[in-house]
Each structure stands twice: as C-alpha cells, then as structure tokens.
C-alpha cells in the first residue's frame, strides 16, 4: 500500500519561499500523476497545482508563476517550490499521487505572515 509523508511547511513572511516535499513509500512503478490542494481555514480544499508522468504540468491561476510543481525520476517523489508567498497562500497543502490509486498525504501547514 502507497503511504505520502510531506514535509517543508512552516512560517514565512510574505515574498518569502517555501519548497515542500512528498514522498512515497511502499511498492510500486511511480505514479500516473501527482500534485497538490491546499484548504484554508473556512474554504473548500483547491487544486493547487499537478505533474503527469511525462512531466506535464497545471497550475492554479494565482500560482502560475510563482509555485513550480516537479518529480523526481522514480515517479516516488514530488515537490512544490514556492515563491513570491502571499497572505493569502496560507493554507494546509495535500500532496495526492495517482498510481492508479489515488492516496493523499497528511498534509503541511503553510502560514504566511509578517
């Protein structure tokens, strides 16, 4: 069974960076696709961003520039650079792998605050 440990969130100030990690345990061949949601406190959870296998990538409109999305070669890893942090970035951030199952990590709290 595929198991997700994050890792990488915290407290930034704004225009600050964060890069969190997912990584996978268990067996298998690497995911289909991979990325992530964020749930702020009050809201719905939203799609953040996702990588495919062949390294295709999506964006949330307000992330497009500042968050990059990336794997590692095993398909067993994936990472969200983050920069430019805004308040409103501010969130619990899932990581999801696709293999074909979908498993979700625990999520990372990321706070971004003067």
């Known amino acids: 069974q595929v198991q997700l440990v994050e890792s990488g969130g915290g407290l930034v100030q704004p225009g600050g960076s964060l890069r969190l990690s997912c990584e996978a345990s268990?067996?298998?061949?690497?995911?289909?696709?991979a990325g992530w949601y964020r749930q702020a406190p009050g809201k719905q959870r939203e799609f953040v961003a996702t990588?495919?296998?062949?390294?295709?990538?999506s964006y949330l409109d307000s992330v497009k520039g500042r968050f990059t999305v990336s794997a590692d070669n095993t398909k067993k890893a994936v990472y969200l650079q983050m920069t430019n942090l805004k308040a409103e970035d501010t969130a619990v951030y899932y990581c999801y792998m696709t293999t074909p199952q979908q498993t979700w990590g625990q999520g990372t709290q990321v706070t971004v605050s003067p």
């Open positions: 268990g067996v298998f061949e690497g995911f289909y696709n």
């Open positions: 990588i495919t296998m062949i390294g295709t990538t």
